[in-house]
């Protein structure tokens, strides 16, 4: 029984993968002696296979890398935006804001998780003390205002990060 080049080459990464059957790995070897063009599709297969190919280390690290960056990015937008809205009419999104980057923090951050409710109380105090100092002068409240609205910040970072943590704690797997 003669068995066509093209049945031989789709066999062919089959054989070379080592997922054939015996008998196929047999019918492959018997053809490709006779025939000059499936035996330098044979070859050609094995030098594509010898390349050296990109490691699956190196893409899961890049992706890591990019879901890294984008976290980051979203932490300061999210946190400048958030301070940028003090004293304004939308400032009650905060509400929905500094958790959720309370949340992504503990996420991004890992084990650094406490640096989120430091940086937005860091931020939102210069950001409001200068803000105030900027249009009013030393007035009395310049300090004051900066403060609590520092302090509500935190609390709602803070409240972020321990849902965050209930989350986490609820959905661990065991082991884990």
């Known amino acids: 029984m003669s068995i066509s080049c093209d049945v031989i080459q789709d066999l062919i990464p089959l054989v070379k993968d080592g997922v054939a059957s015996a008998a196929s790995t047999r019918i492959v070897n018997e053809h490709i ?3 000059e063009r499936c035996r330098t599709e044979f070859e050609i297969f094995q030098t594509n296979l010898e ?3 990109i490691k699956d280390e190196k893409i899961i690290f890049a992706i890591k890398r990019s879901i890294l960056i984008t976290q980051f990015v979203i932490l300061i937008a999210g946190a400048i935006i958030g301070v940028a809205l ?3 009419m939308c400032m ?3 509400f ?3 958790p959720a980057i309370g949340g992504i923090s ?3 951050l890992k084990r650094k998780w406490y640096l989120a409710p430091f940086g937005i109380f860091i931020i939102t105090f210069l950001w ?3 803000k105030n100092i900027v249009l009013s002068g030393f007035a009395r409240g310049a300090l004051y205002d900066g403060l ?3 302090t509500i910040y935190t609390v709602l970072v803070g409240l972020g990060l321990i849902i965050a943590m209930l989350l986490k704690f609820i959905f661990a797997k065991d082991g884990e």
Request: with cysteine.
């Open 148 to 150: 609590y609205y520092s």
């Open 106 to 108: 503990m996420i991004a």
């Open 86 to 88: 003090s004293n304004s």
């Open 92 to 94: 009650f999104y905060n």
């Open 128 to 130: 409001l003390t200068i």
């Open 96 to 98: 929905i804001i500094m």
């Open 33 to 35: 002696a006779i025939c």
């Open 51 to 53: 390349q050296p190919s």
